[in-house]
């Protein structure tokens, strides 16, 4: 039966977690780019984490950890590429959200795996017994799995850009030690961003901002052309070859021809990610062929070309 330990934790409050990678420097990952490589991690979950790994350590026992944070971002004014020079504060996500996000994370475990769970903040997975090429195909199942959640399906809906980290380690190979092995889990191995439909909001009068209004509308109506996930299609960051059980749902030359992925699938409905999302005429032919309900993401063109480039 999986384990499962939680840590109460503060809702809603800013994300202030330390990195195991950067526990020395004693200080908060307040740089973004800190952000893009380490998974943080509070201090009460460092602190379980290392007390159920002590025994595992002590008999010499092989081990692996996957180790997964969510942060959400502060809503970015004006347009979205203003995030890019705006710095953001981070906080922590609904626990509600964490627990949905668990709730396709456990379908892709044992059930003699142990969950350490914070609050709303993270969790850490320990997969006993389990090496390095075994915790890879483990990792791969649960991103797919958690990949598969939209911000307009969670419930409720998420309002902020939110940003969910994996990392991974094992012990005894690559890592020789516990603290080796919890340095190499802080490193992010796969990132999952669900962008929520965005509106383009004005804090402040245009003209206070010094920009003039017909270039502000012409801004807007290029972010709109250009970024299908504004009109309230999801985005998705695509993994880097199709999944092999959704191989046979989508012939090759059809999805070449529509340029499309199919990245997903619950039941009866296929995740697909397009080119153009918004193409009603591709989605019924994608429907009339898998016979499945599509439903359409939107995700970088140049990753999609490079995945149809390999074929299946």
Same mark, same amino acid.
């Given at each position: 039966m999986l384990s499962l330990t939680?840590?109460?934790?503060? $809702?809603? $409050? !800013?994300?202030d977690c330390l990195s195991f990678a950067t526990q020395g420097k004693q200080r908060e990952l307040d740089d973004e780019a800190e952000y893009e490589n380490f998974v943080p991690a509070t201090s009460e979950l460092r602190a379980l984490l290392r007390r159920s790994l002590q025994e595992r350590f002590m008999s010499e026992a092989t081990v692996s950890l996957l180790l997964l944070h969510i942060t959400q971002l502060e809503q970015a004014h004006i347009l979205p590429r203003a995030a890019v020079?705006?710095?953001? @504060?981070?906080? !922590?996500?609904? @626990?509600?959200?964490l627990e949905q996000v668990l709730v396709n994370m456990r379908r892709s475990i044992r059930a003699d795996d142990q969950l350490l769970v914070h609050g709303s903040t993270? $969790? $850490?997975l320990l997969l006993p017994d389990v090496d390095r090429v075994g915790a890879e195909r483990i990792l791969e199942r649960v991103y797919h799995s958690i990949n598969l959640l939209q911000p307009e399906t969670v419930i409720p809906p998420l309002k902020r850009e939110t940003e969910i980290v994996i990392g991974i380690g094992s012990y005894p190979h690559p890592s020789h030690s516990l603290e080796a092995l919890l340095a190499q889990a802080s490193i992010v191995a796969r990132r999952i961003i669900l962008r929520p439909a965005v509106r383009v909001q004005l804090p402040i009068p245009i003209e206070q901002i010094g920009v003039d209004p017909a270039t502000f509308v012409d801004e807007v109506n290029k972010e709109l052309k250009h970024q299908p996930q504004l009109k309230g299609i999801p985005?998705?960051?695509?993994?880097?070859?199709?999944?092999?059980?959704?191989? !046979?749902l989508l012939p090759y030359e059809l999805a070449r021809e529509l340029r499309c992925a199919p990245v997903g699938r619950d039941h009866n409905r296929l995740t697909v990610a397009m080119a153009d999302p918004t193409d009603t005429g591709a989605? @019924?032919?994608?429907? @009339?062929?898998?016979k499945l309900t599509i439903f359409p993401v939107s995700c970088e063109i140049g990753t999609l070309e490079i995945l149809l480039e390999h074929g299946w």
């Open positions: 939680l840590v109460d934790a503060p $809702a809603s $409050a !800013h994300c020079f705006q710095k953001r @504060e981070r906080y !922590h996500a609904p @626990e509600s959200f993270g $969790a $850490a985005f998705m960051h695509l993994p880097s070859r199709v999944p092999s059980r959704l191989k !046979h989605i @019924e032919r994608l429907r @009339e062929a898998t």
